[in-house]
C-alpha cells in the first residue's frame, strides 16, 4: 500500500474538511517531486483498417523539411510538425508468408511479426490468428512501474466479425486463445484505469475498499489453481492463466496510484449504442481522454488504441461532412478501399477501368484517413498540454505509433507501410524526418528500434526471426 | 455418416485452379471436381506482380485438413455400439447472455451486467464456443467490477438473500448456512466439507475486519468470481479404468441440461434431481430435457440459437434509411425469435415449416412499418401472404442484416444461404478485386449491373454464378425487409434462378419457389445439425464424432427434420452424458 496517495481534488472536498487535509496535500507534492527526476517513457499503437491513400500521404522528399499531403494536414501545426516522423519503405514479411486474405493475413502479423498460427479454412479463406506475442504485450512485459502494465482501447473493435479481423493483440505464443481484445467500453475502461474506486472516498476508506477487493481476490486465485491442478492440458493453461490475471489485477490494486487529478467518468452508453457508426467519433474521444489522463497520472506506460476492425463496415457519413450521396450508398470503409486506386496506379485484375467511380472512392478514403489523422492530433495535441514530471509534455516523453494492415487497399500490399510516428520518446527518436527505407527492412526492425527507444536493454529481436536484421539506425538519436 | 457434403468441398475450384488440383487428390472430393466442371468454376488467377497480399501466393490448400465430419459412414456401425466415444470436452466459460441469465435465476440482477463485459470471439459462427472464450485483463476486471456490484445490491437486501435470523440463532449458524445453500447454487454443485470448510475461515477471516452484512457481500463476491461460477468444471464420476469414457456426475449432467436449454443454472428442481442420481439413465435425462424445453426458459436458448445465426443483435447497430429507427431494429429482431419459438415449441417444429411458414410476429408499428395491415397493440401472430412471405428466411430482420445502407445485396443473401441454410459457404473474394456495387442506374436493373460485373471479371463469375441466383430471389424485399413491387428505379424484378451446387439443384420461379425447394433439401438438414451440434457441444464435430452425428441424422431424418427432437436428441448422445477419457491427466 506504499504507493498509495491522494487525489488533490479528494483531500481538498471530502475527508472531513479542508483543515484535516491540507497536511496530506504537502505530502502528496513532496512525493511527486520525489519521482519528478525522470519522466516515464509511454507508447501507443494506433490502428486504423484498410491502409492509406499513397498519393495523400507520402511526402514527395524524404529528410527534413518535407511537405505533408492531404490526409497528414492535420499535424500541420505548430505544436505537432516538430514531433512528427514518417517511415515508408518497411514492410510486413510475415503477413507476406501467411498469405490468403489480405487483411487477415496483415491484421494478424501487424504487431506480431508471425505469421499465422491456427490456419484453416473457413468462411474467409484460408486463415488464422496471430503467430506470436504482439509488440505492445512484449514490451508491458519489460517496461514496469506503473500500476497496469498495459491498457488496451477500441473504438468498435468487437462488433462485426468477433475473430482474427477483431483483434490486434496477443500475449505469449500468440493463437485465438491468447488473443487480446480492445476495450470498446469507455465507462468500463476508466473503472480499470482507476480501479473502480469511488469519488470523494477519504484515503482510510480507500484503503479499506482495496485490502478488501485483495482478500478476495486472493482467496479465488487459490481456487483456480487448485482446479486447474486437477485438469487436461488445455483446461489446466487456461485456468493457470486466469490465476495470473487475477493476481495481476491484485497487484495493479495494491499499487493503484491515486496522486492525480482523474478526469469525469464518461457517461454510460449502452452496448448497442457503442456500436452506432455516428457514436464513434463520441466513443473515440473518451477513450483518447482517458488514454491522456491514464499517461498523465502514470497509471500505465504501454497502450493500444485500435479503431474499428480490419475490413471494417463503418459507414462515415455521419460525421464526415461530405457530398458522398451521389455515390450510392455504398459508403462503407472495407468497399471504398477495394475501389480506389493505388499510387502505381494499379487497381484491382481485369476489372475494367471505366465508371469514375474509382477516383472518387480516393477522395472518399483520404477523407476517412484524414479524419482519423485529425484525431490523432487531437491526442497528440493533448499529451502536449499535459505537462510531465521532468518538466517537459507527456509528448515529448511519448510515441504513437500509426499501424495499419495493409499498406493500400487496391492491392493489398504488405510493402511501404505507411507508418506515422508522434512523438520522440523523450529524444532517443529523430523527429521533424521522413524516412524511406526502400522496402530493405521487415517491421520487425521498427519494433526493435522502438523496444530499443524504450529503453528495454538487449532488445535485439522480435517476431519471426527471419526477418530481424536490427534496429533501425538512423531512426534512432 | 451420411455426409460428404461438408462446407469446403463445393468451392475451392471456383476461385483458384490450383486448389482445385489439390481437391482432386482427395479422393473422396472429386465429386466435387466433376460438379465444378459442370458449373464452370473456372479459375484462371494468375500469380502475378501482386506482393505476397493476394490469395494465391504461398497459399498451399488446407481444405482437406479441416474436413471435421467426414466420417466414413457405414462401416462404423458396430464400432458405435460396442464403445463409448464422447468426444473432447474442453472447458466451457459462461458466455456473457449465460452470465446475465444466471445472475437473473440466481440473484434476481436484471441488469445484464454481462453487456459490458469484452465480448467472446466467434468461433463457427456461435459466440459460446470453448475456443472463443478469450481470457483478457480488461476481463478479469470487468469480471471483478460486475462481483462487486451485484453482492453489493444483493446484501442490501439481506433477508431476502438470506433468510436466517442472526440474532436468534447467531450469525456464524447463519453464515454457515448461508455458505451451504448459496454456494450450490451459485457453485451449481453440493459443496465438499473441505469446500464449506474453507469459505467458513474465510468468512472468520473476513468478520474480523467488517461487519456481518460486509463478510456476507465478500462471500457473495468471492463466489461470483469462483472457476464454479465462471466456467463449467467437468470431472466426470468414476469408470472402471482410466481407458474408458466417463459418465459426468449428476451436477456437471443438470449443469449441460439447463444450458443447453436455458442458457442458465440449473433450477431446484433439476438441483435436487442430481442429489438424488436421478440423472442417471438415458428416460431420467429425457424427463428433464423434456420439461427444460417446455418450461417458458425453453425459449431462450432457440431464441439465442437464431439470434447469433442471424446476428440479429447487429440490427441495433445497422444504417438504414432514416425511418429504420431503434425501434424497429428491436421489433426486427423479436420479429424473428418469436418465430422460431413458435415453430419450434409450439408448432411442428420442422425445419422445413421454418423455411416456408407464412406467419410471423408483428404490432402495429411494425406491421405499418412493412405496410401490412395491424390490429395489434402487442406483438402478435400475424398470418402472411404466402405468395409473398416464406418463414425465416423472409424475416424484416435477415432481408435487413442481408443488405447495404440504401440498397439490397443479393451478393450477402445469396451467401448466407448457401453458407448457414446449406453449410456451403462460398470462399471469399480474391484481395485485389473491386467489391462496392455499382452505383444505382436508372435504366439498368440492379440484376443486370450485378450480373455484368461478375460476369466481367474472370475471378469473380465461377463462384458468383452459384452465389447470385439464391440472392436475386429475394429482389422483392428491400433494404429494409419491406416488400416492393418493382425495383427503386422502378424496373420489374425478376426474382427467378438455378439453384446450383445443392442436392436439390433446379429452376426455381422466385423466392417462395426457391424455399421450397430447400424445404427438401436434405443438406440443408444435415446443416441443422451440424450447427445445433456446434452449438450445444461448443465444439466442431471431428471424426471421432462419427457414431454421434450418424445417430443425430438418423434421428432427424425419421423425425422429418423436428428440431424439438433433434435439441433432446443433443441431450442424450454419449458425447453429452460421458467425458473421454483423455481428459483428465492422471
Known sequence: ?477 | MSSGTKAPGLWPGCADNRRLIMVMTKDRRTYFVFLLGLLGCTGSIAPDSRDGAGNVAGNSNTAGTGGNGTGSGGATASICKTSITPGPSPLRRLTRWEYNNTVADLLGDVTHPADQFVPEAVQLGFDNNADGATLSAVLISQQEDAAGRLASVAVAKLSTLLACDSAARGEEVCATEFIARFGRRALRHTLSAAERDRFEAFYKQERASGTYSETIEQIVRAMLLSPYFLYRPEFGGTAPDAKTARPLSDHELASRLSYLFWGSMPDDVLQDAADAHQLSTPQQIRFQAERLLSHARGQNSIKNFYSQWASLSQLSSTTRDRIYTPQIAALQQQETEAFVDEIIRKGDGRWSTMLTAPLSFQNDTLSAFYGLPGGNKALTQVALDPRRHSGLLTQGSLMTLLAHPGQTSPVLRGKFLLERVLCLPPPPPPNDVDLTVPAPDPNVSPRQQLEQKTQTVSQCKGCHAIINPPGFAFDHFDAMGRWRDAEENKLAIDASGELLGTDVDGPFSDHVDLARLLAESKTSRECVVTEWFRYAYGRDHGDIDTCTVDELHASFEASKGDIRQLLLDLAETEAFRYLSALEVSP
Open chain 1, 1 to 477: 500500500m506504499s504507493r498509495f496517495r491522494l487525489s488533490r481534488r479528494t483531500v481538498l472536498r471530502g475527508g472531513g474538511g479542508i483543515t484535516v487535509a491540507l497536511p496530506f496535500l504537502d505530502v502528496m507534492v513532496q512525493s511527486r517531486r520525489a519521482t519528478a527526476a525522470v519522466s516515464p517513457k509511454r507508447i501507443v499503437f494506433w490502428y486504423t483498417t484498410c491502409g492509406t491513400v499513397m498519393q495523400n500521404w507520402r511526402p514527395a522528399t524524404t529528410g527534413k523539411n518535407f511537405e505533408l499531403k492531404a490526409i497528414l494536414k492535420p499535424f500541420d501545426t505548430p505544436e505537432l510538425r516538430p514531433h512528427l516522423t514518417l517511415v515508408s519503405g518497411v514492410s510486413m514479411e510475415a503477413a507476406k508468408k501467411s498469405g490468403g486474405n489480405g487483411h487477415a493475413a496483415g491484421m494478424t502479423a501487424m504487431l506480431t511479426c508471425q505469421s499465422y498460427k491456427e490456419r484453416k479454412p473457413t468462411e474467409f479463406g484460408d486463415v488464422g490468428w496471430g503467430g506470436g506475442i504482439s509488440i505492445d504485450q512484449d514490451l508491458k512485459a519489460r517496461i514496469k512501474g506503473a500500476p497496469l502494465s498495459s491498457l488496451e482501447l477500441g473504438v468498435q473493435t468487437q462488433n462485426q466479425y468477433k475473430n482474427f479481423y477483431s483483434y490486434m493483440s496477443y500475449g505469449q505464443d500468440g493463437g485465438s486463445a491468447n488473443a487480446v481484445p480492445s476495450d470498446d467500453d469507455p465507462v468500463s475502461a476508466y473503472k480499470r484505469v482507476f480501479s473502480s474506486l469511488p469519488a470523494g472516498a477519504t484515503r482510510t476508506e480507500i484503503e479499506r475498499i482495496i485490502k478488501r477487493r485483495a482478500s478476495v481476490l486472493d482467496f479465488v486465485s487459490d481456487d483456480y489453481k487448485a482446479l486447474s491442478a486437477r485438469l487436461g492440458s488445455r483446461d489446466r493453461m487456461l485456468l493457470e492463466r486466469h490465476a495470473n490475471l487475477i493476481r495481476e489485477l491484485e497487484n495493479g490494486l495494491a499499487a493503484f496510484d491515486n496522486a492525480c487529478e482523474k478526469p469525469m467518468q464518461p457517461a454510460t452508453l449502452a452496448r448497442d449504442a457503442l456500436y452506432r457508426d455516428a457514436n464513434m467519433p463520441a466513443v473515440g474521444k473518451s477513450q483518447m481522454d482517458l488514454l491522456a489522463a491514464a499517461f498523465a497520472c502514470d497509471q500505465t506506460r504501454v497502450a493500444t488504441l485500435q479503431w474499428a476492425e480490419a475490413q471494417a463496415g463503418q459507414v462515415y457519413t455521419s460525421f464526415i461532412n461530405t457530398d458522398w450521396t451521389k455515390q450510392g450508398d455504398e459508403l462503407y470503409h472495407h468497399g471504398i478501399s477495394h475501389a480506389a486506386v493505388a499510387a502505381s496506379g494499379a487497381t484491382f485484375g481485369d476489372m475494367p477501368k471505366s465508371t469514375g467511380v474509382q477516383l472518387d472512392a480516393n477522395e472518399k478514403l483520404t477523407l476517412i484517413n484524414t479524419w482519423y489523422a485529425q484525431q490523432l492530433a487531437y491526442f497528440a495535441k493533448k499529451l502536449h498540454d499535459t505537462p510531465d514530471a521532468d518538466g517537459k509534455t507527456v509528448l515529448d516523453n511519448t510515441t504513437i505509433v500509426w499501424v495499419t494492415e495493409i499498406s493500400e487497399g487496391p492491392n493489398h500490399s504488405f510493402n511501404n507501410m505507411p507508418y506515422v510516428l508522434m512523438g520522440g520518446l523523450g529524444g532517443s527518436l529523430k523527429t521533424g524526418e521522413f524516412f524511406d527505407y526502400k522496402n530493405q527492412r521487415a517491421h520487425n526492425d521498427l519494433f526493435i528500434t522502438l523496444g530499443q527507444a524504450m529503453g528495454v536493454p538487449n532488445y535485439n529481436t522480435f517476431g519471426d526471426p527471419a526477418f530481424v536484421k536490427g534496429p533501425l539506425d538512423t531512426l534512432l538519436a
